[in-house]
């Protein structure tokens, strides 16, 4: 604890570089021209950076409740699992891996300091914090988020009485909080540290590296190539995002709906779990056969697509994709009930547990409550899925009427036979009766 009450000691350095001394001319024209840059460099940013940190109304499921990262929750959670001095212990051992801590720390601080006014822009609402409060708040919680990277990927950086990596459950709980939309960082000051904080000499990862490797259990499906984004989240969605981009509607009117995967079954669809993909969003529709990759179901997957779908629904910048979204409106329409579930489970398209079928419906359903789809990705997939289960309707129909008016065996052809001379008899007996009583009567 002397360690961290010294850290904190040196919160207070000077911040007054590039205050001169002198008061000639000069450095008066100098000062002027240094805040018409700052002026400048404060109003394109204004501009052109893009809030994408947000809080999410009525979304119990968008905010943390473990650990607060970054401005927004950082009052409400002072007793979060991860507490405080777990964070400032975390940033003591990036700082101080090598010699000169007052060295490392004020380097970043002056890059905080630079950053400070674009990193507020990326939050939809004004942070009540000073600025030495704001940059020391990004210090710290960025800080932690590179060691915590660290630790994950080198074993023999953890201590033995690390509680994160050695109390059970707490690590899983704490990537949990981490994708969490209100519990975000602006990425580019988590990378911008990461260049500048002393590194481990095993290292030579990039920041996205470590991000991904310490995400991958979340991550549904496979990737291969470097990710970024707006913050980790929003990397995490990149790291998903489908191989192959939206294809258009065929040309005729596109089904709201899909059926549900017991009706779909029923009308001759067949589904298979498709494997050697690189995204869980990679779906395919052809020749009758619905391949869908693999999605594990696990404690954190309707908090990590909640998430990802009210990032969406912001549509960041110019991205308007809504990737997950449209994912989670094809799943509604697939599952209307546990029998769904059961059915993709024995396919291995849906991965978890016999008993919690029922838990696993109620999950997805709630996926796509009060949810706004501008941007469908699968209206291609949805037009292939509805001509057929149309064609399909019109051969089965057609099917039955050849068996009902074409018998094939001897007893069908001779009872057919009978009936129609019968109804042939039948007639000729009208018919006669129908003259006799015309010629007696007229």
Not at 204 to 214: C, I, K, Q, V, Y
Not at 301 to 315: D, F, G, P, V, Y
Not at 339 to 363: A, G, P
Not at 402 to 425: F, G, Q, R
Request: net charge positive.
């Amino acid at each position: 604890m002397n360690q961290i009450e010294d850290f904190k000691k040196m919160e207070n350095i000077s911040r007054s570089e590039g205050q001169s001394q002198t008061r000639d001319h000069i450095s008066l024209e100098i000062t002027s021209e240094s805040g018409l840059v700052s002026q400048i460099k404060e109003k394109m940013e204004n501009i052109a950076v893009s809030v994408s940190i947000f809080k999410v109304p009525n979304e119990k499921k968008c905010a943390p409740d473990y650990v607060s990262i970054g401005p927004l929750h950082y009052k409400q959670l002072r007793d979060s699992k991860v507490s405080e001095d777990d964070k400032w212990r975390y940033c003591y051992a990036l700082l101080n891996r090598k010699p000169n801590l007052e060295a490392s720390l004020d380097t970043c601080v002056k890059a905080l300091k630079q950053m400070e006014h674009k990193a507020r822009r990326c939050y939809n609402e004004d942070i009540s914090l000073t600025s030495d409060e704001f940059v020391q708040l990004m210090l710290i919680d960025t800080c932690f988020i590179i060691e915590l990277f660290l630790k994950y990927s080198y074993k023999s950086l953890r201590s033995r009485r690390d509680p994160i990596f050695n109390s059970p459950g707490m690590l899983i709980e704490l990537r949990c909080n981490m994708v969490v939309l209100e519990n975000q960082i602006p990425f580019f000051v988590v990378q911008r540290l990461y260049q500048l904080v002393p590194l481990p000499t095993q290292c030579t990862e990039s920041l996205s590296e470590l991000a991904t490797r310490f995400f991958k259990y979340l991550i549904p499906g496979e990737y291969h190539r470097e990710q970024e984004g707006h913050h980790l989240l929003d990397l995490i969605r990149h790291c998903m995002l489908p191989t192959h981009p939206k294809l258009q509607s065929t040309g005729k009117k596109t089904p709201d709906y899909l059926d549900c995967v017991k009706k779909l079954k029923r009308a001759g669809v067949k589904f298979q779990c498709a494997t050697a993909v690189h995204s869980f969003l990679d779906l395919k529709f052809a020749n009758g056969v619905f391949k869908m990759p693999p999605l594990l179901v696990h404690h954190c997957t309707e908090t990590l697509l909640k998430n990802l779908i009210a990032l969406e629904q912001r549509h960041i910048g110019d991205d308007s994709a809504q990737h997950i979204t449209s994912y989670a409106y094809l799943m509604g329409c697939l599952i209307q009930s546990e029998k769904d579930v059961k059915l993709l489970r024995k396919k291995q398209i849906l991965v978890h547990e016999e008993k919690n079928d029922k838990e696993v419906f109620e999950v997805l359903k709630k996926l796509c409550e009060q949810i706004d789809l501008k941007d469908f990705y699968y209206v291609r997939l949805f037009d292939e899925v509805g001509e057929f289960v149309k064609r399909k309707s019109w051969h089965t129909k057609k099917q039955k009427l050849k068996s009902t008016y074409h018998p094939k065996t001897p007893s069908a052809v001779a009872v057919l036979v009978v009936a129609v001379l019968a109804l042939l008899l039948t007639f000729v007996g009208a018919l006669f009766s129908i003259l006799t009583f015309a010629r007696h009567h007229i």
